[in-house]
């Protein structure tokens, strides 16, 4: 796994930002005290005995770890209550300044953080005795007391708190300096019982000095009582750690991000500065080697642990650990300093007996922290949830990876690309199409027969190693099944998969030998593409199959889909010779259905319906002989055939004086005729028909194809003053929002919603938005399979303006619809100017 990124880290001595000014608060202050201060210095031998109390108190009983430093909580604030009280204030300066001089030296901290600490102490009493020269002078034990000292220790703590929080922000980032603040409140409660703790004693101080003996227990007491409570804190935060992390484990361990869950929480809980996963390579799974550090929110594929710490724990099957508390071997320790770390520990991974790999952790955190023999049981434990979690993982992986990939050939199988073919036809690419490429193995069946299926098998092991090599690296290659194999991937066109099929079909039919024997294996490609063949997966996988099947009539050959591979019947075969003749003599027909206004039930128009009646096969659907005519040359004929027809009619027609508006369906490949506007002008033109009361309906997959071809023939045809609709809408990926960017002036929502408005709510929500957005753009809405009362009500409620469907009246031929325009049209509303409307809705 490559690094996926590293936070921003300053080096430790741009702390001395934070020490300077501190060192200069502390000159300040001390200045401006020793100046209005009386007396300034004195009572030394009280003051020395205060001294040793600071240096005996200032080991810290409570540690803190916050990414890479710590943050000790300490009993200094009760000696620190008796030396403002006791002592002049310069003094009480020295003394704290040397108590933090001498315990930052005994934890040997780098010169960095030891100046900043001494700065901050000096800084901090400097301006809490300057503070308390402000206030009114101490007189007794009383409560005016308790308030100003108070005040003072105050002074103190915020002036370390802030310069706490601004190191870590310096140093690290904004978000280490708020995790020093979020962990501000218990060390704060403990300096305010530690300050009452003073508080108390000075009180007792000043009745008796016998009382420094009851103090002493009482020191005592306190020390262990805060010793515990550490423990109690330590065990409790492991205790929730180990919780989340187990938690995190059982969650994680199914969906691929065991490892990173795993590995960033052993780390916290273990308080490292590494934790470092090792699996050693194993069947199709390859070495893993990945490493959690406190400053990356994510996982590095190098390693901090010595190699020969790693190498010893997976051959003895034991745990190895290296610190300053713990007993280990010279060239173990060597290692060790030769990488830097401080400390580590290094557990084996167990699956029953045998050792799959180790958990690591390495340098704890702190600079006056390390790994205790405390530590190696809690790992441990960890270690065997992490092994179990780990084990069941790959299971689960195999057990997909053999759900989706062949056994044979070692390829993913129909069902994985088929997913992959789903996921790539939902981004639609500009200037891209999704190519499906099935390669069919010719002759495979005379092998198996010929020389038994281990001789089949190493056919089809050889085609698909073949495959692999010579495809481009963007392509996935899977077996279909059988002697089938798919590939997909994304290419520039139609033309440049069928391109692609052909040089692979080229390079994977050289001679293969097996044993003494040679075969001459050749292949039969079929090819389709999205979205030209196919609007979803399962509809290209069919037609690629079509495709194939094409192919291997041709051996040898490559295909591509067309409509006419749909069916191999005699009927569907015949098609394309008939239609050619029905053109030529007349035998297509033009129905008309109504379009009518539901709001105040007026005819506007008609739709107008290519059909043919066959005198053998009876009633061609019309996406058959349609799709036959795209297929071999005639979608020009059947589209101007029909638009004359219409644009006859419509002149003919005349009801109030006015021509009926037609609407004529197009094919999406009409958009790419750079001719057709100039045909439907002349049409016009030849018919005395306004433009206007022409409209073009193209489906919603012809208008946004995914490219901007269609988009110069509907400029042209709206310059024309012809209305242009978008046919189905609702049936592919798009969104008014797209539609916005065409011309076009009508939407028509697709059946299949509008037949469901009755009876589901999600359908009459899709409608519901259509209409009004439609209406909020400009566009007119016509509501298509309006079918019953109910619909008609539903659709006149949310406001659409058109309608069309059985409940109206179905297609029909002229003759019948000039009766129906007698029976259904009230006579009294045609007049000039005016649309003739319904009588009733049948």
């Known amino acids: ?455 089949g098998d190493k056919v089809l092991v050889e085609v698909a190693e073949r495959l692999r090599a010579c495809v481009p690296s963007s392509a996935l290659v899977g077996r279909a099944g059988g002697d089938e194999f798919l590939v997909t991937l994304r290419l520039e066109s139609a033309d440049a998969a069928l391109e692609l099929a052909g040089q692979l079909r080229e390079q994977i039919r050289d001679e293969m030998v097996f044993d003494a024997l040679t075969l001459d294996v050749d292949t039969a490609v079929g090819v389709a593409v999205h979205p030209d063949h196919g609007s979803d997966a399962v509809t290209l996988l069919q037609r690629v199959d079509l495709a194939a099947t094409a192919a291997k009539s041709v051996p040898g050959s490559v295909q591509l889909y067309n409509p006419a591979l749909e069916s191999r019947s005699l009927r569907r075969l015949g098609l394309a010779a008939d239609l050619r003749r029905a053109l030529d003599d007349g035998e297509l027909e033009v129905y008309f259905q109504p379009k009518v206004t539901l709001r105040d039930r007026r005819l506007v128009g008609v739709e107008c319906l290519a059909r043919w009646e066959h005198p053998a096969h009876g009633t061609v659907a019309p996406e058959d002989f349609v799709a036959v005519a795209e297929h071999t040359g005639q979608l020009g004929r059947l589209t101007e055939f029909v638009l004359r027809e219409s644009l006859r009619r419509s002149r003919d027609w005349s009801h109030g004086e006015q021509p009926l508006a037609v609407a004529v369906n197009l094919a999406a490949r009409t958009l790419t005729d750079q001719h057709f506007p100039a045909l439907v002008q002349d049409l016009l033109d030849e018919y005395g028909v306004p433009a206007q009361r022409l409209t073009l309906e193209i489906t919603e997959a012809g208008v946004l194809d995914g490219t901007e071809r269609p988009i110069p023939t509907l400029l042209r045809l709206r310059d024309l003053g012809v209305r242009l609709s978008v046919d189905d809408f609702g049936t592919g990926r798009s969104s008014l929002a797209q539609l916005r960017r065409l011309p076009v002036h009508e939407v028509k929502v697709d059946r299949s919603f509008v037949q469901g408005m009755a009876t589901d709510p999600g359908d009459l929500a899709i409608v519901n938005a259509v209409v009004t957005l439609s209406q909020q753009f400009g566009l007119t809405v016509v509501a298509e399979g309006v079918e019953s009362e109910l619909t008609l009500e539903l659709l006149q409620d949310i406001g659409c303006e058109i309608g069309q469907g059985f409940l109206f009246s179905r297609p029909l031929p002229y003759e019948r619809l000039e009766a129906w325009f007698g029976a259904q049209v009230d006579p009294e509303t045609i007049s000039a100017g005016e649309l003739p409307r319904l009588r009733v809705v049948p």
Not at 198 to 215: E, N, Y
Not at 249 to 256: C, F, L, N
Not at 417 to 431: D, F, L, N, R, Y
Request: net charge positive; hydrophobic share 50%.
């Open 1 to 455: 796994m490559a690094r996926r990124g590293r936070a921003w880290r300053r080096s430790t001595d741009h702390a001395w930002f934070i020490t300077a000014p501190l060192a200069m608060l502390a000159i300040v202050c001390a200045t401006i005290t020793g100046l209005i201060a009386d007396p300034v210095f004195g009572h030394w031998p009280l003051a020395a005995a205060l001294l040793v109390a600071m240096v005996c108190v200032g080991m810290p009983v409570l540690n803190f770890v916050i990414r890479r430093q710590s943050f000790g909580v300490t009993l200094t604030e009760i000696p620190l209550v008796l030396a403002l009280f006791l002592l002049p204030p310069l003094t009480v300066v020295v003394i704290y300044t040397i108590a933090s001089m001498l315990t930052q030296t005994r934890h040997r901290f780098a010169p960095a953080k030891f100046w900043f600490n001494v700065a901050k102490a000096a800084a901090g009493t400097s301006l809490a005795v300057l503070v308390l020269q402000g206030l009114p002078p101490m007189r007794g034990v009383g409560p005016g007391t308790w308030l100003i000292l108070f005040t003072g220790v105050a002074s103190v703590i915020v002036v370390s708190l802030a310069a706490v929080v601004g190191v870590h922000t310096l140093l690290q980032s904004w978000h280490a300096g708020r995790d020093a603040l979020r962990s501000a409140p218990p060390a704060l409660l403990t300096a305010g019982i530690n300050a009452s703790m003073g508080l108390m004693i000075l009180i007792a101080v000043r009745t008796t000095w016998w009382s420094l003996v009851l103090v002493g227990a009482l020191a005592a007491a306190l020390v262990l009582v805060y010793r515990s409570y550490a423990q109690f804190f330590r065990q409790h935060r492991t205790l929730s750690q180990m919780y989340d992390l187990t938690r995190a484990i059982g969650e994680r361990g199914q969906d691929g991000t065991l490892v990173d869950a795993l590995l960033g929480r052993v780390r916290a809980l273990m308080q490292a500065e590494y934790a470092t996963l090792w699996l050693p390579a194993q069947g199709r799974h390859p070495e893993v080697l990945l490493t959690a550090r406190v400053d990356d929110p994510g996982l590095l594929d190098v390693v901090h642990t010595p190699a020969a710490l790693r190498e010893s724990a997976a051959k003895e099957g034991r745990t190895v650990a290296v610190g300053r508390v713990f007993g280990v071997e010279p060239g173990q320790r060597r290692a060790a300093n030769e990488a830097k770390v401080k400390d580590a520990i290094v557990v084996p991974l167990r699956s029953g007996q045998a050792v799959i790999g180790t958990l690591e952790v390495a340098n704890r955190l702190s600079d006056i922290g390390h790994f205790a023999p405390s530590d190696i049981p809690v790992f441990e434990t960890v270690a065997a949830h992490a092994a179990v979690a780990l084990e069941n993982s790959r299971l689960v992986d195999r057990l997909r990876h053999d759900a989706n990939h062949d056994a044979l050939t070692k390829l993913p199988n129909r069902r994985r690309v088929t997913a992959a073919v789903v996921e790539a036809v939902k981004i639609a690419a500009p200037g891209e199409v999704v190519a499906l490429l099935l390669f069919d193995v010719d002759r495979l069946r005379q092998v198996n027969e010929s020389l038994g299926h281990a001789a």
